[in-house]
């Protein structure tokens, strides 16, 4: 029996099924990943874009390993210097504003929206304008900020409070917009919904409409934040500020952190008592995400998912022209997808079985989220097994 199977087998009987895997993982280094029958991948998924340095990047390890010998957890009731650090970092590569740190994206955006109901809490503001299409985690309140039904069946009652919006359609938006409208929520890339980037005239009119009508703009950049569209942060790409913003995923490079990053006017919104979590903002975590930050500025990799990302873009629009059941490729930086005809599914398993890692989203789409640290020779053999598995 191979190894992949006595693993499948034992997690089949044990974990529910949440996710439905095919094969098991036992290494990973750089861009690449080996599973347990010993076979090479390289890796264009980075866990869903939480590996943007690299599986197991040196800094990152050595940075996890000193801090895990001299203090892991110590409660939020105490200063450690490692979150004011990261807070600091943070701010100083958005919106200088202050910060709040949780353990995930669901979690990040839960904090971002009790943050926004509290700001509007005393005149009564609370409901918040989400896209359709959009993904914001598996709570029941970010799963009701969702914007895909197929996310609440089932769990219904859902909390109260959002509704949904067309994506890049500011008229959409503003015949949501009533009394109790507190906030606009979106992702300047939508990942779950098939990496499909906001207009820049939605993104500007957003941030008009919020000045004009007194409402927050938030940003989730959970998977398209941390360098990976080549600015740290995707709403970067459109020369406008949200008033807040969600992140997780690359945060600690596969440690669990999320963290909420506000502007200015919402920094002493949470006061003590107001909100909270036990394993926000751990040293431990916060030195995998200095750690992350500073590999990210010294290894240069806002340029490198650019231009690693203009030449993927290039290479995937030259086999999209090749293929009848191909409609193109959609995206910034290193946040690709390659739009099928057809349902993606079975192109991914093609491609997966020739050794990347990829995964099919939103039904026709297929997304690639390679480490940002990828090199030249990556990106070729990534296409040339594209290119292959993809030959009608
Ligand atoms: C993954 C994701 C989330 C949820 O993050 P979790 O850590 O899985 O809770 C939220 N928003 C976006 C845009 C995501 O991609």
Redesign the pocket.
Known sequence: MSSNKKIADMFNTYVMPTYAPGIALVKGNGAKVWDADGKEYLDFLAG??VLNVGHSHPRVVAAIQKQVQSLTHVSNLYFTENEAILAQKLSAISMGGKCFFAN??????EGLIKLARLWGHDEGRYEIICMKN??????LA?AAATGQTKIQKGFEPMPAGFCHAEYNNLDSVKSLINEKTVAVLL?AV???GGIIPAEKSFMIGIRKLCDEKNLLMLC?????GMARTGKWFGYQNYDIEPDAF?L??ALGSGY?I?AVVGNKRLANVFQPGKHATTFGGTPLACAAAIATIEVIEEENLLENAKTKGAMFRTGLEEIAKRQDDIQGVRGIGLMLGLVMKGPAKDAVGRIIEAGLLCIATAENVIRFLPPLNITQNDVEHALEIIGKSLKS
């Open positions: 869903i874009s995930s994206g669901a979690e990040a955006n959009s993904f914001h985690g598996r709570t970010t992702e939508q990942g779950e989730d950049e959970v998977q398209c969600s997780a995923k669990p999320g």
